[in-house]
C-alpha cells in the first residue's frame, strides 16, 4: 500500500491570527465590510487547500495548472517547478507559495480555477468570494505568435486533443516538424489521454510557431473529435468482440439452471429512476430508459466517469446489464463505443495473480487473435470510444478504497486495485464505466467517483403483464395467470421484484393449485419454486408431501452447503466444495445449481466443475432452511442472525486461494461447529443475512409447521420459533426506546432505521398476529418517517400488516421511495390508522390516487394527503374533488410537482367549493394557467376554511391575478398565498391594491420571481398603508437594481427580497 503525505504542520501557520480571522470570516457582511482580500483567504485557509488540492486526482491539479498558464499567472520555469514535485500534497504546497506571492489579483484568479475544475460539494468547507475571470481576447483581433496562442488557449486544445493525438502526431510526422522518436515518446501508455495532449502542445511550443500553426490549423478544421476509421486489426477485434459479448447475453443467466430462457424473448424494462438535484424545484426524480443512462440528466459530477446502477436483490441489476450487452452486440445501441468488455465482480475475487490492464481485457474478456499490440495502443488512445460493464460490484470482497494509485496500463496489480483506479480514472479516464451494486455497498468514499447514480426499481404494473405474456406464449394462459396474480394483492406486490416474477410466472400451476389467500409471503414463493423444481424431477404423480419426504437428503445437502457458503461469502463452488457437502450428480440435476458463469475460459480450463445457485436469494433460502431444519444449529446461530448490526457492509474476505479447500480449511475447522458459526455470521454479508433471516422467520411461522416437521422434531422448531419471535419483539422495542422525547409543543417523531423495516419484513413472514401487536404496542409516536429507505411493494405490504395494529393513529410518511400503484395497493389496509399520509417522489399515477382516495373516504382518521412529485394528471382530479366533497374532516391536500392543468384545477374546484373543512391545498410546479387560477379563486371567495394556497410556477398572468385579487377581496380566512415563479407584471400587482386594502386575513404573499419592476413595488406600498394585517411579501428575483431594493425596503420593512 502506498501511503500518501498528508498536509503538514506548517500548512496551518499563517500570517494572520487564524481562529480569530476564520471567525471573523464566518460573518459575510464584516467579510465584505472588512474588505479581506483574496490572497489573506487563501494563507488563512492553507491547510484546507492544501487538503482538497492533494487528494484530488492528477488529471484536476493538471487542468488548474493549464489555467494558470493559460492566463500567465505561472511562467514555464514555475511550471515544472510545480509538476516536479513527487507527490500531490508537495506539489499543491509549492503551487500555492508561487500563486500567493504574486499578489491579490493573482489569488483572485487562481479562486476563479478553483471554482471551475471542483464540485461545489468538494469547497463547500472552504469560506471563499466571488471573483470576475480575465476578459477573453476576441480571436479575430488576436495578433499573437501561433506558439503564444497554444499556451493562451491551452485548457481549450488539451481538451480538444482528446482522443486524436495520434492523428496530429501523424501530421506533424509528415510535415517534418516531429520525429518518429517524440511521437511515440509522447504516446507511451503511461501517460493518460489528457497528459499525451499536454506533452504534445509542449512540444509543438518548442518547435516554434510554423508547427504551432499547423497544429492549431488542424484543430480549427475539425470542430469535434472524429472517431477514427478502424484498421483491420480493430475491425477484427470489435467483431470477435460483439459476438463473444452477443453469445453470453443471449440467454437469461440467473435462470438458466431450468430451461433455456433468450433475453430478446422475455426482456421487459424495468423502472430506472434518477435524481435531478440541480432542479431549482429540488430534488426531483424522473424516469428514464437504458439507452439513456449516459444522457445529461442526473449528473452529480462532471469530472467523474462511473454511471452506477443500485438495486436490492432480484431487481433486475444483471439482467439490465445484460441487455446493454447485448444491443451493443448487435448494433442496436451504445454504437458510439468501439469496444465493450463487460466483466462480474464475482469473477474478479478469484484472479489471485498480479494483472495489467491489458492482461485483464485480452485474458480474462476477448483475446484478440492477431496485432495486439495495435488493438491495444488503440484502447489507450481512444479512451471515449470504451465503456467497462463491472456487474455485483457489492460481491467484492475488499471495500472500495482510493488510498492506492495505480497509473501504469501494463504494470500488473492485484485485479480489485485495478478495478478500483479504473472507477477512480486514475486508469482510462474518460472511458464509461457502468456498475451495477446493492445499495449497502456503495460507500461516500464510492460516490466521490461517480458521475449519476440510477436506481432500478423493478417492474412496473404494466411491465409484470408484459413479462408473463412475454413467458407464456398461449395468451389464455398468460390472462389467466395475469387474473390470479391481481387478484392476490400479495402476490402482485411480490411480481413488483422480476426475479419474484419469474418464480411466479413458472410455478403458476402450483399457486392456482392452493388457496389463493395461502401464497402472501416471499417464504411461500421459494416454497413452491421447491415444488415446482422437486416435481419436474421426479417426473411422477406423487403429491408434494410425498416427493419432499422422499428428497430430504438432497435438500439437507442443498442447504448445508448454501449455509457454509453464505458464512464464509462464497458463491461460487467447486467440485471438492460438492464432495464435501456430499452433492451428487442427481442432486445437481435439481436445478438449483448451475453452472457457474463468473469465471471465463481462460481463468480454468475446468468451468464446467464450477458451480453457483441460480440467484443468491435461492442460496440465501437454502441457508435459511438448514438453519431452520438442522439439529446442529443452536440459539448462538440464531442471535447472530438477527442481531442489529450497525456496519453497512461486511469485511468478510475469503483468499481465492480458498476455492478449492473451502470450506473446512477456512472455517477453523477446529472450532465447535455452533461457536464457529456464531463468529463468522458477526463477518458475514449483512444484506444476504437479511434475506436469509426473513426466510428463517417465514419457514417457522405456522403456516409452515408441518413442512419444516417433517426434516425436525416438534421440540426443536418450537423452541427455534420462541427465540426468533422474542428476538424480532426485543428488536422492535429497543429501537422505539431510542426515539428521543418531543420538544415543546412539537409532535413525537420517529425517523426509522432501515433495521426497522427488515425487523417489520420478518415479522410479516412469520405471519404471526400477535407478535405484530406486540411489535407495535409501545409505538406511540405520532408521526412515523421512512424517507429513502427503499420502500417497495413488498415492504409496503409488511408494513401495512404491521401498522393496521397501531392503537394510536399517526402520520406516515413514506417520501422517496419505490411505493408506484402496486405499493399504494398494499398500504390500503393500514390507512385506517393513519391521520396523514405523505409519499412524495414513488411514481404514483391516477391509478394508484384512485385507489388510495376510494379507501380514504372510508378511514376517519385520514385527513391530510401529499402526493407531490409523482404522474398525476387531469384525470386523478376527479377523485380528489370526489374526496373534498365527502370527506367533512379532511384538511390538507398537496398536489406539487405533477402534470395538472386548467381542466384539472376547474375539476378540483368543484370539489372546493362544497368543501369547508381544507385549510392547505398545494399546486405548485403544475400547469393551471390563467384559467385553472380563476377556477380555483371562484371556488374559494367564499370559503371559510382554507389558511394556506400554493400556486407556485402555474404560468399564471394577468387574466389569473385579477381573479386572485377579487378573491382576495371577499375570502375572509386565507393567511397565505403564494404566487412566486409566474408571470405577474406591475400591471397584475395593481389589481392587488383594492384586494389588499380590503382584505383583513391575508399574512403573507408571495411574489417572488416573477417580472416586477419598481412600479409595480410601489403600488404594493400604497395598498399596504391601508392593511395592518399583512406581516410579509416576498418580493425577490424580480426586475429590481440593488438600489430600488433598498429604496423600497426603506419605504416599507414588510417587503422581503
Same mark, same amino acid.
Given at each position: 500500500?502506498?501511503?500518501?503525505?498528508?498536509?503538514?504542520?506548517?500548512?496551518?501557520?499563517?500570517?494572520?491570527p487564524?481562529?480569530?480571522y476564520?471567525a471573523t470570516?464566518k460573518?459575510?457582511?464584516?467579510?465584505?465590510?472588512s474588505?479581506?482580500?483574496a490572497?489573506?483567504?487563501?494563507? &488563512?485557509?492553507?491547510?484546507?487547500?492544501?487538503t482538497?488540492?492533494?487528494?484530488?486526482?492528477?488529471?484536476?491539479?493538471?487542468?488548474?495548472?493549464?489555467?494558470?498558464?493559460a492566463?500567465?499567472?505561472?511562467n514555464?520555469?514555475?511550471?515544472?517547478?510545480?509538476?516536479?514535485?513527487?507527490?500531490?500534497?508537495?506539489?499543491?504546497?509549492?503551487?500555492?507559495d508561487?500563486?500567493?506571492c504574486?499578489?491579490?489579483?493573482?489569488?483572485?484568479?487562481?479562486?476563479v480555477?478553483?471554482?471551475?475544475?471542483?464540485?461545489s460539494?468538494?469547497?463547500?468547507?472552504?469560506?471563499?468570494m466571488?471573483?470576475?475571470?480575465?476578459?477573453?481576447?476576441?480571436?479575430?483581433t488576436?495578433?499573437s505568435?501561433?506558439?503564444?496562442t497554444?499556451?493562451?488557449?491551452?485548457?481549450?486544445?488539451?481538451?480538444?486533443?482528446?482522443?486524436?493525438?495520434?492523428?496530429?502526431?501523424?501530421?506533424?510526422?509528415?510535415c517534418?516538424?516531429?520525429?518518429?522518436?517524440?511521437?511515440d515518446e509522447?504516446?507511451?501508455?503511461?501517460?493518460?489521454?489528457?497528459?499525451?495532449?499536454?506533452?504534445?502542445?509542449?512540444?509543438?511550443?518548442?518547435k516554434?510557431?510554423?508547427?504551432?500553426?499547423?497544429?492549431?490549423e488542424?484543430?480549427?478544421?475539425?470542430?469535434g473529435?472524429?472517431?477514427?476509421?478502424?484498421d483491420n486489426?480493430?475491425?477484427?477485434?470489435?467483431?470477435? $468482440?460483439?459476438s463473444?459479448?452477443?453469445?453470453q447475453?443471449?440467454?437469461?443467466?440467473?435462470?438458466?439452471?431450468?430451461?433455456n430462457?433468450?433475453?430478446e424473448?422475455?426482456?421487459?424494462?424495468?423502472?430506472?429512476?434518477?435524481?435531478?438535484?440541480?432542479?431549482e424545484?429540488?430534488?426531483?426524480?424522473?424516469?428514464?430508459?437504458l439507452?439513456d443512462?449516459?444522457?445529461?440528466?442526473?449528473?452529480?459530477?462532471?469530472?467523474?466517469?462511473?454511471?452506477?446502477?443500485?438495486g436490492?436483490?432480484?431487481?433486475?441489476?444483471?439482467t439490465? @446489464?445484460?441487455?446493454?450487452?447485448?444491443?451493443?452486440?448487435?448494433?442496436q445501441?451504445?454504437?458510439?463505443?468501439?469496444?465493450?468488455?463487460?466483466?462480474?465482480?464475482?469473477?474478479?475475487?478469484?484472479?489471485?495473480?498480479?494483472?495489467?490492464?491489458?492482461?485483464?481485457?485480452?485474458?480474462?474478456?476477448?483475446?484478440?487473435?492477431?496485432h495486439?499490440?495495435?488493438?491495444?495502443?488503440?484502447?489507450?488512445?481512444?479512451?471515449?470510444?470504451?465503456?467497462?460493464?463491472?456487474?455485483?460490484?457489492?460481491?467484492?470482497k475488499?471495500?472500495?478504497?482510493?488510498e492506492?494509485?495505480?497509473c501504469?496500463?501494463?504494470?500488473?496489480?492485484?485485479?480489485?486495485?485495478?478495478?478500483?483506479?479504473l472507477?477512480q480514472?486514475? !486508469?482510462?479516464k474518460?472511458?464509461?464505466k457502468?456498475m451495477?451494486?446493492?445499495?449497502s455497498?456503495?460507500?461516500?468514499?464510492?460516490?466521490k467517483?461517480?458521475?449519476k447514480?440510477?436506481?432500478?426499481?423493478g417492474?412496473?404494473r404494466?411491465?409484470?403483464?408484459?413479462?408473463?405474456?412475454?413467458?407464456?406464449?398461449?395468451?389464455?394462459n398468460?390472462?389467466?395467470?395475469?387474473?390470479f396474480?391481481?387478484a392476490?394483492?400479495a402476490?402482485?406486490?411480490?411480481?413488483?421484484?422480476?426475479?419474484f416474477c419469474?418464480?411466479?410466472?413458472n410455478?403458476?400451476?402450483? %399457486?392456482?393449485?392452493?388457496s389463493?389467500?395461502?401464497?402472501?409471503?416471499?417464504t411461500?414463493i421459494?416454497?413452491?419454486?421447491?415444488d415446482?423444481?422437486?416435481?419436474?424431477?421426479?417426473?411422477?404423480?406423487?403429491?408434494?408431501?410425498?416427493?419432499?419426504?422422499s428428497?430430504?437428503a438432497t435438500?439437507?445437502?442443498?442447504?448445508k452447503?448454501?449455509?457454509?457458503?453464505?458464512?464464509?461469502?462464497?458463491?461460487?463452488?467447486?467440485a471438492?466444495?460438492?464432495?464435501e457437502?456430499q452433492i451428487?450428480?442427481?442432486?445437481?440435476?435439481?436445478?438449483?445449481?448451475?453452472?457457474?458463469?463468473?469465471?471465463?475460459?481462460?481463468?480454468?480450463?475446468?468451468?464446467?466443475?464450477?458451480?453457483?445457485?441460480l440467484?443468491?436469494?435461492?442460496?440465501c433460502f437454502?441457508?435459511?432452511?438448514?438453519?431452520?431444519?438442522s439439529?446442529?444449529?443452536?440459539?448462538?446461530?440464531?442471535?447472530?442472525?438477527?442481531?442489529?448490526?450497525?456496519?453497512?457492509?461486511?469485511?468478510?474476505?475469503m483468499?481465492?486461494a480458498?476455492?478449492e479447500?473451502f470450506?473446512?480449511?477456512?472455517?477453523?475447522?477446529?472450532?465447535?461447529?455452533?461457536?464457529?458459526?456464531?463468529?463468522?455470521?458477526?463477518?458475514?454479508?449483512?444484506?444476504?443475512l437479511?434475506?436469509?433471516?426473513?426466510?428463517?422467520?417465514?419457514l417457522?411461522?405456522?403456516?409452515?409447521?408441518n413442512?419444516?416437521?417433517?426434516f425436525?422434531?416438534?421440540p426443536?422448531?418450537?423452541?427455534?420459533?420462541?427465540l426468533?419471535?422474542?428476538?424480532?419483539?426485543?428488536g422492535i422495542?429497543?429501537?422505539f426506546?431510542?426515539?428521543?422525547?418531543?420538544?415543546?409543543?412539537?409532535?413525537?417523531?420517529m425517523?426509522?432505521?432501515?433495521?426497522?423495516?427488515?425487523?417489520?419484513?420478518?415479522?410479516?413472514?412469520?405471519?404471526d398476529?400477535?407478535?405484530?401487536?406486540?411489535?407495535?404496542?409501545?409505538?406511540?409516536?405520532?408521526?412515523?418517517?421512512?424517507?429513502?429507505c427503499?420502500?417497495g411493494?413488498?415492504?409496503?405490504t409488511?408494513?401495512?400488516?404491521?401498522l393496521?395494529?397501531l392503537?394510536?393513529?399517526?402520520? $406516515?410518511?413514506?417520501?422517496?421511495n419505490?411505493?408506484?400503484?402496486i405499493?399504494?395497493e398494499?398500504?390500503?389496509p393500514?390507512?385506517?390508522?393513519?391521520q396523514?399520509?405523505?409519499l412524495r417522489?414513488?411514481?404514483i399515477?391516477?391509478?394508484?390516487?384512485?385507489?388510495?382516495?376510494?379507501?380514504?373516504?372510508g378511514?376517519?382518521n385520514?385527513q391530510?394527503?401529499?402526493?407531490?412529485?409523482n404522474?398525476?394528471?387531469?384525470a386523478?382530479?376527479?377523485?380528489?374533488?370526489?374526496?373534498?366533497?365527502?370527506?367533512?374532516?379532511?384538511?390538507?391536500?398537496?398536489?406539487?410537482?405533477n402534470?395538472?392543468?386548467?381542466a384539472?384545477a376547474k375539476?378540483?374546484?368543484?370539489?372546493?367549493?362544497?368543501?369547508?373543512?381544507?385549510?392547505? @391545498?398545494? %399546486?405548485?410546479?403544475?400547469?393551471?394557467?390563467?384559467?385553472?387560477?380563476?377556477?380555483?379563486?371562484a &371556488?374559494?371567495?367564499?370559503?371559510?376554511?382554507? $389558511?394556506?394556497?400554493?400556486?407556485?410556477?402555474?404560468?399564471?398572468?394577468?387574466?389569473?391575478?385579477?381573479?386572485?385579487?377579487?378573491?382576495l377581496k371577499?375570502?375572509?380566512?386565507?393567511?397565505?398565498l403564494?404566487l412566486?415563479?409566474?408571470?405577474l407584471?406591475d400591471?397584475d400587482?395593481?389589481?392587488?391594491?383594492?384586494?389588499?386594502q380590503?382584505?383583513s386575513?391575508?399574512?403573507?404573499?408571495? !411574489?417572488s420571481?416573477?417580472?416586477?419592476?419598481?412600479?409595480g413595488?410601489?403600488?404594493?406600498?400604497?395598498?399596504?398603508?391601508?392593511?395592518?394585517t399583512?406581516?410579509?411579501?416576498?418580493?425577490?428575483r424580480?426586475?429590481?437594481?440593488a438600489?430600488?431594493?433598498?429604496?423600497?425596503?426603506r419605504?416599507?420593512r414588510?417587503?422581503t427580497?
Amino acid at each position: 500500500m502506498t501511503l500518501l503525505p498528508m498536509p503538514a504542520e506548517e500548512d496551518f501557520v499563517t500570517h494572520f491570527p487564524l481562529k480569530s480571522y476564520l471567525a471573523t470570516l464566518k460573518n459575510p457582511n464584516v467579510r465584505a465590510a472588512s474588505g479581506m482580500s483574496a490572497d489573506q483567504l487563501l494563507q &488563512a485557509q492553507r491547510y484546507q487547500f492544501v487538503t482538497i488540492l492533494g487528494r484530488s486526482s492528477v488529471e484536476n491539479f493538471e487542468t488548474i495548472l493549464d489555467h494558470l498558464l493559460a492566463w500567465d499567472l505561472l511562467n514555464w520555469e514555475e511550471y515544472e517547478t510545480v509538476k516536479l514535485s513527487r507527490h500531490l500534497f508537495s506539489s499543491s504546497r509549492n503551487l500555492l507559495d508561487v500563486i500567493i506571492c504574486k499578489g491579490t489579483r493573482a489569488c483572485e484568479l487562481f479562486i476563479v480555477v478553483l471554482k471551475n475544475i471542483f464540485h461545489s460539494s468538494q469547497l463547500s468547507g472552504l469560506l471563499l468570494m466571488n471573483y470576475n475571470p480575465p476578459e477573453e481576447t476576441d480571436k479575430s483581433t488576436a495578433t499573437s505568435l501561433a506558439s503564444q496562442t497554444l499556451q493562451k488557449r491551452r485548457p481549450d486544445l488539451v481538451r480538444k486533443l482528446h482522443g486524436r493525438t495520434a492523428a496530429v502526431l501523424a501530421l506533424l510526422h509528415g510535415c517534418g516538424h516531429f520525429s518518429k522518436y517524440e511521437c511515440d515518446e509522447i504516446q507511451l501508455p503511461i501517460y493518460t489521454p489528457s497528459q499525451q495532449a499536454r506533452k504534445l502542445l509542449d512540444l509543438t511550443k518548442g518547435k516554434g510557431d510554423d508547427a504551432a500553426h499547423v497544429l492549431l490549423e488542424y484543430i480549427e478544421s475539425e470542430p469535434g473529435p472524429i472517431k477514427l476509421v478502424l484498421d483491420n486489426a480493430c475491425i477484427k477485434y470489435q467483431e470477435k $468482440l460483439s459476438s463473444t459479448l452477443a453469445a453470453q447475453s443471449r440467454f437469461l443467466t440467473n435462470y438458466a439452471g431450468t430451461e433455456n430462457m433468450c433475453l430478446e424473448d422475455v426482456y421487459v424494462n424495468c423502472i430506472l429512476e434518477i435524481t435531478n438535484t440541480t432542479s431549482e424545484s429540488g430534488c426531483l426524480r424522473s424516469l428514464i430508459g437504458l439507452e439513456d443512462i449516459f444522457g445529461p440528466d442526473g449528473v452529480l459530477n462532471k469530472d467523474a466517469d462511473v454511471v452506477l446502477i443500485i438495486g436490492e436483490a432480484g431487481s433486475g441489476k444483471s439482467t439490465s @446489464l445484460q441487455q446493454m450487452q447485448q444491443l451493443w452486440a448487435t448494433k442496436q445501441a451504445f454504437q458510439e463505443f468501439t469496444f465493450v468488455f463487460a466483466f462480474s465482480c464475482r469473477r474478479l475475487n478469484f484472479i489471485d495473480t498480479e494483472v495489467s490492464l491489458r492482461m485483464l481485457l485480452f485474458e480474462h474478456c476477448c483475446w484478440p487473435d492477431d496485432h495486439q499490440d495495435e488493438v491495444f495502443q488503440y484502447i489507450l488512445d481512444h479512451p471515449e470510444e470504451i465503456m467497462f460493464m463491472l456487474d455485483g460490484f457489492d460481491e467484492l470482497k475488499f471495500q472500495f478504497t482510493d488510498e492506492e494509485r495505480h497509473c501504469s496500463p501494463t504494470k500488473p496489480t492485484t485485479a480489485l486495485n485495478l478495478i478500483f483506479n479504473l472507477l477512480q480514472g486514475n !486508469l482510462m479516464k474518460s472511458t464509461k464505466k457502468v456498475m451495477t451494486s446493492r445499495p449497502s455497498a456503495v460507500t461516500a468514499m464510492l460516490r466521490k467517483y461517480l458521475q449519476k447514480e440510477i436506481t432500478l426499481k423493478g417492474f412496473s404494473r404494466e411491465g409484470i403483464e408484459a413479462f408473463i405474456k412475454k413467458c407464456h406464449s398461449n395468451t389464455s394462459n398468460a390472462e389467466h395467470i395475469l387474473y390470479f396474480v391481481e387478484a392476490n394483492s400479495a402476490v402482485h406486490g411480490l411480481c413488483h421484484v422480476p426475479f419474484f416474477c419469474w418464480i411466479v410466472s413458472n410455478c403458476h400451476e402450483q %399457486l392456482m393449485q392452493n388457496s389463493g389467500d395461502f401464497t402472501q409471503t416471499m417464504t411461500d414463493i421459494y416454497l413452491l419454486i421447491l415444488d415446482h423444481f422437486l416435481l419436474h424431477f421426479t417426473h411422477n404423480s406423487q403429491g408434494v408431501n410425498e416427493i419432499l419426504q422422499s428428497q430430504i437428503a438432497t435438500i439437507l445437502h442443498l442447504s448445508k452447503l448454501a449455509m457454509d457458503g453464505l458464512i464464509s461469502c462464497n458463491y461460487v463452488f467447486s467440485a471438492a466444495h460438492l464432495q464435501e457437502a456430499q452433492i451428487s450428480k442427481e442432486d445437481i440435476s435439481l436445478g438449483f445449481l448451475v453452472h457457474s458463469h463468473s469465471f471465463s475460459r481462460a481463468w480454468t480450463a475446468n468451468k464446467n466443475k464450477n458451480y453457483e445457485f441460480l440467484h443468491i436469494t435461492i442460496q440465501c433460502f437454502f441457508a435459511a432452511l438448514y438453519i431452520t431444519i438442522s439439529d446442529n444449529v443452536g440459539e448462538s446461530t440464531l442471535y447472530s442472525l438477527f442481531k442489529s448490526r450497525e456496519k453497512g457492509t461486511s469485511s468478510c474476505m475469503m483468499s481465492a486461494a480458498c476455492i478449492e479447500s473451502f470450506p473446512f480449511s477456512c472455517l477453523q475447522s477446529n472450532v465447535e461447529p455452533e461457536r464457529r458459526r456464531k463468529t463468522m455470521l458477526q463477518e458475514a454479508e449483512k444484506s444476504n443475512l437479511q434475506i436469509t433471516a426473513n426466510f428463517v422467520s417465514g419457514l417457522l411461522s405456522g403456516r409452515h409447521r408441518n413442512l419444516i416437521q417433517k426434516f425436525s422434531g416438534i421440540p426443536k422448531q418450537s423452541k427455534k420459533y420462541k427465540l426468533v419471535k422474542n428476538y424480532l419483539a426485543k428488536g422492535i422495542e429497543k429501537h422505539f426506546l431510542s426515539i428521543p422525547p418531543a420538544v415543546g409543543e412539537e409532535k413525537k417523531s420517529m425517523h426509522a432505521l432501515p433495521e426497522f423495516v427488515w425487523w417489520i419484513k420478518c415479522i410479516y413472514e412469520m405471519q404471526d398476529n400477535d407478535l405484530a401487536k406486540q411489535a407495535v404496542s409501545n409505538l406511540e409516536v405520532d408521526h412515523l418517517k421512512l424517507t429513502y429507505c427503499g420502500i417497495g411493494p413488498v415492504e409496503c405490504t409488511a408494513l401495512a400488516y404491521v401498522l393496521k395494529h397501531l392503537k394510536n393513529p399517526m402520520g $406516515l410518511q413514506l417520501d422517496y421511495n419505490s411505493v408506484g400503484d402496486i405499493g399504494i395497493e398494499q398500504l390500503l389496509p393500514c390507512l385506517i390508522n393513519c391521520q396523514s399520509i405523505y409519499l412524495r417522489a414513488n411514481n404514483i399515477s391516477d391509478r394508484g390516487a384512485s385507489k388510495l382516495v376510494d379507501q380514504a373516504l372510508g378511514c376517519c382518521n385520514l385527513q391530510k394527503i401529499a402526493l407531490f412529485h409523482n404522474n398525476l394528471t387531469d384525470a386523478s382530479a376527479q377523485n380528489f374533488a370526489k374526496l373534498l366533497k365527502h370527506k367533512k374532516n379532511f384538511i390538507a391536500l398537496r398536489l406539487g410537482n405533477n402534470h395538472l392543468t386548467a381542466a384539472g384545477a376547474k375539476i378540483l374546484a368543484e370539489g372546493l367549493k362544497q368543501n369547508n373543512s381544507i385549510q392547505f @391545498l398545494g %399546486l405548485w410546479g403544475n400547469k393551471v394557467g390563467d384559467a385553472g387560477a380563476s377556477a380555483i379563486a371562484a &371556488a374559494l371567495e367564499n370559503n371559510t376554511s382554507l $389558511l394556506w394556497l400554493s400556486l407556485v410556477g402555474n404560468n399564471i398572468g394577468s387574466e389569473g391575478a385579477r381573479a386572485l385579487a377579487l378573491m382576495l377581496k371577499k375570502n375572509t380566512i386565507l393567511e397565505e398565498l403564494c404566487l412566486q415563479e409566474n408571470n405577474l407584471i406591475d400591471e397584475d400587482i395593481e389589481h392587488f391594491i383594492e384586494g389588499l386594502q380590503n382584505n383583513s386575513s391575508l399574512k403573507v404573499l408571495k !411574489l417572488s420571481n416573477n417580472k416586477i419592476t419598481k412600479k409595480g413595488m410601489e403600488f404594493i406600498v400604497t395598498a399596504l398603508k391601508h392593511n395592518t394585517t399583512i406581516t410579509s411579501i416576498w418580493l425577490g428575483r424580480n426586475q429590481m437594481t440593488a438600489m430600488e431594493i433598498e429604496e423600497m425596503t426603506r419605504a416599507e420593512r414588510r417587503l422581503t427580497f
